[in-house]
């Protein structure tokens, strides 16, 4: 049988199969023992193993690596002044304060401010030209693509203020959760800083890694990353290469565009007990036989069912592949759903205003 052959070939080689897998061991100590690091990964082994990986499959020179390691500390942020915003509470207006941070009022309350809108329709304009260009090349809608950044960033008012390298080799090796997602995108920071000239140990984030205007982290940046302002280098901190990456992660990811993206459902009573597969489109049909009906007309043959939870009421809407796509950004039905409305709000405001 097969098994007997690839038995027998096995023992006919075992001395030089043995020789061969010593050889590797100490080729491999003779790696490690060559890496010398000072400071705070001094005595780590997971490091010289990392420093090991990016030379044996990314062609780092091992000089480079280890005086970046040697540099690293432990990660702090940079002091950041904040300036005082105005609040409109909007659906959550009359309901007790500590009710107002229920479910999705609390987004609504932090995302769907008035001044949050306003200054939303002040980044379009002063980026018209650049949102333009590139609704028109990767066909996705740059309310949406404001909406993220105002979000994530402020509109790049905060960007975050942690030192990237040290925050991710931090948690890829001197913490236990999630070690490994973190050495990845260690590995891609590297990567990225390599391809576009950038110092890894300059770059600042957040407190997990991400970076720039849409706060995407570094693979994300190598995956997806589009040189939108004639440097041919892929910047996160050049806003024109931010804005272009954000449009081109959902162009990637199927964005449909002027294709609808939710609409608000009505139902009997203030709470909606009902559940639904939260991956499964259901037909409109069947879900007026349940008491689900759309509040305004729709092409749409099928939906999603997405329940937005509020202290004094269930919000039901009816969510398209475009909603799909924007969770593919952060996995939160929350999070999409105040990109979505933070993004008809801008529109509306901006097309009243600039227009």
């Known amino acids: ?10 023992k ?3 001395g030089e199969l043995l020789r061969f897998f010593f050889l590797l061991l100490f080729s491999l100590s003779f790696l490690s023992a ?4 000072q400071g705070l990964y001094r005595n780590n082994k997971e490091v010289k193993r990392f420093i090991n990986y990016m030379i044996r499959v990314h062609n780092f020179k091992r000089d480079y690596l280890i005086t970046t390691f040697n540099k690293a500390a432990k990660p702090k942020a940079f002091k950041i002044k904040r300036r005082k915003r105005k609040v409109v509470c909007g659906y959550a207006c009359g309901v007790k304060w500590w009710l107002k941070s229920v479910g999705f009022s609390r987004y609504e309350k932090i995302y769907l401010n008035q001044d949050r809108v306003i200054e939303g329709a ?7 030209t650049i949102f333009n260009r590139i609704e028109k090349k990767l066909k996705v809608d740059k309310y949406i693509i404001a909406a993220i950044i105002g979000i994530e960033t402020y509109y790049g008012e905060y960007k975050g203020s942690w030192e990237t390298f040290n925050t991710l080799a931090y948690r890829a090796f001197k913490q236990k959760n999630r070690k490994r997602y973190f050495k990845y995108e260690l590995a891609n920071l590297l990567l990225l800083a390599y391809r576009q000239h950038l110092n890894a140990l300059y770059l600042k984030g957040s407190k997990y890694g991400a970076l ?5 982290m570094p693979h994300s940046y190598l995956q997806y990353g589009l040189s939108f302002d004639g440097n041919k280098r892929v910047e996160p901190f050049s806003n024109p290469d931010a804005i272009a990456t954000i449009a081109n992660f959902l162009h990637k990811k199927g964005w449909q565009f002027h294709k609808p993206i939710a609409i608000r459902a009505k139902y009997k ?27 305004q007309k729709t092409k749409a043959k099928y939906a999603y069912v997405i329940k937005l939870h509020r202290a004094e009421f269930d919000e039901v809407w009816l969510a398209f592949h475009n909603f799909k796509v924007l969770k593919h950004y952060n996995n939160s039905n929350n999070y999409a759903m105040a990109v979505y409305l933070l993004a008809q709000a801008i529109k509306n405001y901006y097309q009243k205003h600039y227009k």
């Open 1 to 10: 049988s097969f098994s007997f052959k690839f038995y027998a070939i096995i």
């Open 12 to 14: 006919k080689n075992e």
């Open 34 to 37: 060559n890496i010398k690091l």
């Open 122 to 128: 002040k980044f379009l304009r002063r980026y018209k």
């Open 212 to 216: 720039g205007l849409g706060q995407l």
């Open 269 to 295: 009573g203030r709470f909606f007990k009902k559940t639904f597969n939260p991956k499964r489109a259901y037909s409109l049909s069947y879900l007026k036989k349940i008491g689900l009906t759309p509040r």
